[in-house]
């Protein structure tokens, strides 16, 4: 089987790993004024630093910086956008988790305040500094552009600065446009897009809160897809873009449930990406079967080790899990990855750094097994 020397690479991961408590302090003891942003900046860069070199140390031909520098996976980025706020969300996200439970939460709603626009640069120092100290491939991540819709709607979106949605969507689309053109100008080839809205809308229930904010659930994907399209469509050649799709992720906690079948001939076909990590670590995500739309030419990174609880999946588990997505795609189109990132913000960490360190090792042990090579 022939080794990926481009990613995604047979042993992945999503992006976000679990805070040091030093580093937590730390963001704490900024936001109550009692450490400097300058002396933040230090503590956050010594830890990335580490955190980079553990990722090496395991094998991995790919780091990131842990988001250590992001309070949020979403809202560091899109709040930099020019008249974009947090506003109460109207609508409550029902987070179920292993034991049953449904926990209620309300997560804020972004408000589209005026024109879109970009100030400045949002991730590009922060990828400079990842690329500065890596060895292996520096990936970064940010939030889908679906993310300033799919919560609050056209009723979020200010109606004087855009009358017609389609001014809406191009002015967001150019506004990730500027920022990819910046990572690619900064030496970014490894890009990531964390999409959660394209897999909520392959649950019944969330398809229904859809229609409640006055929009088509038939219709929205192929108006994401566009979107994200839209997004990189102007990207270095030599870049390569990946998606995440991820049902929710908070201690342990998720959102949506059900497979990817309702859009996956349109999700693997129509998105210009070039792979797509995908969450199949519980009977949640549905069946393999959603492969079977994989051109050719793209990979498919099975998110099969679970971020969500601290037990440690077997060798042979993984093995057998590969041997059946295998039946629906080519072995050499495959990739493994834990299933989401450790964690998408401050804190609701399910496992400790050891524990995490143990799934990373495990994807990278599996990944030479079959494929030979990480």
Partial sequence: MSERTSPPFRADHVGSLIRTDALIQAREAAKKGETSDAALRDIQQKAIREVVKMQEGIGLKVVTDGEY???????????????????PS????????????NQE??????QVAGKLGRPAGIFVDDFKFLKSIAKATPKITMPSPSTMHFRGGREAIDETAYPDMTEFYDDLARVYREEIADLGAAGCRYLQI????????CDPSLRQHVRTIGEDP???????ASLINASIKSKPKDMTVCMHLCRGNFAGAWVAEGGYD????????DINVDGYFLEYDSPRAGSF???RFLPKGKVAVLGLVTTKRDALETKDA?????????????????????????????????????????????????AREIWGAA
């Fill in 105 to 110: 939460r309300r997560p804020p709603t972004l």
């Fill in 318 to 366: 993984l093995l057998k899990r590969i041997d059946e997505a295998a039946k629906y795609a080519p072995l050499d189109q495959l990739a493994l990855s834990p299933q989401c990132g450790f964690s998408s913000g401050i804190g609701g960490n399910t496992m400790t750094i050891d524990d995490e360190i143990k799934k990373l090792e495990l994807v990278v042990d599996v």
């Fill in 194 to 201: 964390d999409e959660v809205n394209l897999a909520y809308l």
């Fill in 262 to 269: 309702p859009i996956a001939e349109m999700l693997f076909n």
């Fill in 69 to 87: 520098n992001r309070q949020s996976w979403q809202t560091d980025f899109l709040l930099k956008f020019a008249n974009v706020k947090l506003v």
């Fill in 218 to 224: 038939a219709s929205l994907p192929k108006t994401y």
């Fill in 289 to 291: 079967e959603a492969l």
């Fill in 90 to 101: 109207k609508t409550a996200m029902h987070f179920h988790t292993s034991e049953g439970g």
